[in-house]
Nanobody
Framework: QVQLVESGGGLVQAGGSLRLSCVAP????????MGWFRQAPGKEREFVSG????????DYSDSVKGRFTISRDNAKNTVYLQMNSLKFEDTAIYYC????????????????WGQGTQVTVLS
């Protein structure tokens, strides 16, 4: 049963931008950190970015730091991932997840997940 819904993925040329969105039910969004993860073919799921409930704390993997920006609109139960300067190696299925009250990188700490949105970057 899908509880979080991602959107915004697609096909883009290297150097381009995409903005992912994730909408969650209020019960899964309120007071929780939100995270973005990704999984490329043949690879394990990896942490991309996370944001705390109030939004004052953010975290990024080294591979996306400086290029991706996470934000959230608590009134809309929505978290965003602005992805700029996309690279071929950013190609993956991107998942959003609702986690504990603090931002963590461990996917096991996130209880609720979306079904993912495909991002394909053409080199």
């Amino acid at each position: 049963q899908v509880q979080l819904v991602e959107s915004g993925g697609g096909l883009v040329q290297a150097g381009g931008s995409l903005r992912l969105s994730c909408v969650a039910p209020g019960s899964m969004f309120r007071s929780k950190s939100m995270g973005w993860f990704r999984q490329a073919p043949g690879k394990e799921r990896e942490f991309v970015s996370g944001i705390s409930w109030i939004g004052g704390t953010t975290d990024y993997s080294d591979s996306v730091k400086g290029r991706f920006t996470i934000s959230r609109d608590n009134a809309k139960n929505t978290v965003y991932l602005q992805m700029n300067s996309l690279k071929f190696e950013d190609t993956a299925i991107y998942y959003c997840a609702a986690g504990p009250s603090i931002v963590v990188r461990n996917s096991g700490a996130y209880r609720y997940w979306g079904q993912g949105t495909q991002v394909t970057v053409l080199s």
